[in-house]
């Protein structure tokens, strides 16, 4: 299965017939958020595939509710035998935006973790955050999670995609680090993946 995987920043190469062409056909687009509908719509149009998506600390405007692609926040969904768990939003810093507190989450990974005893393990889980020490930033604003950092540990997924921390941030930070049998992924921008 080929995942576009994408977040945060509107890649202008993307709207590009020749970037298509070469990237070739896509089974699935998963957005880690921080991204607008309309290109959310046209990238799920154009390369041909279903959108599953979390949305990031940013994305106000967008209405759960609406009918954009598959919200995954808070579930697992199985896609094509592709088992599938995601979580929106940032840790707290301000007022406003799509937040949750240190307990918030812990809460909210609690749960999906409970599920996972008549749903199985996911293959994959998407944030918008990265995990505690994994891709984070030492400002406020960009720090990991911890609850994802544990839900890695505990549920070993064979990947975890996330976006919130740009790689133009610092020159030091990876794009893709392993974590036992977990790879996990920045798809800042955007990243092909072959599961």
């Keep these: 299965m080929r995942i576009l995987a994408i977040s945060d920043v509107e890649e202008a190469v993307l709207y590009e ?10 089974d699935l ?7 607008k509908e309309a290109y959310l719509s046209y990238i799920s149009t154009v390369y041909n595939a279903p959108l599953f998506y979390v ?3 940013h994305d106000t405007e967008i209405d759960p509710r ?3 692609g598959e919200n995954l926040h808070a579930r697992q969904v199985n896609y094509r035998g592709l088992k599938i768990m995601g979580f929106e939003g940032s840790p707290q810093y301000k007022q406003h935006a799509i937040q949750y507190s240190d307990r918030q989450i812990a809460f ?3 749960k999906a973790y409970l599920k996972t005893f008549l749903l199985g393990k996911p293959d994959l889980i998407v944030a918008h955050a990265p995990p505690l020490g994994i891709h984070d930033q030492p400002d406020y604003a960009h720090r990991g999670t911890s609850a994802y950092t544990e839900l890695i540990k505990r ?5 975890f995609l996330h976006g919130h921390t740009h790689l133009n941030y610092s020159r030091n930070t990876p794009r893709i680090t392993q974590v036992g049998s977990t790879t ?3 798809v800042y921008g955007y990243y092909l993946l072959e599961v």
């Design 29 to 35: 687009v998963i957005s880690c958020g921080d991204l």
């Design 55 to 57: 949305r990031g600390n």
């Design 184 to 186: 996990v992924i920045n």
């Design 66 to 68: 609406q009918p954009l």
């Design 155 to 159: 549920l070993k997924p064979k990947y």
């Design 108 to 110: 909210l990974t609690a």
């Design 17 to 26: 017939e020749t970037k298509q062409l070469k990237l070739g056909p896509v």
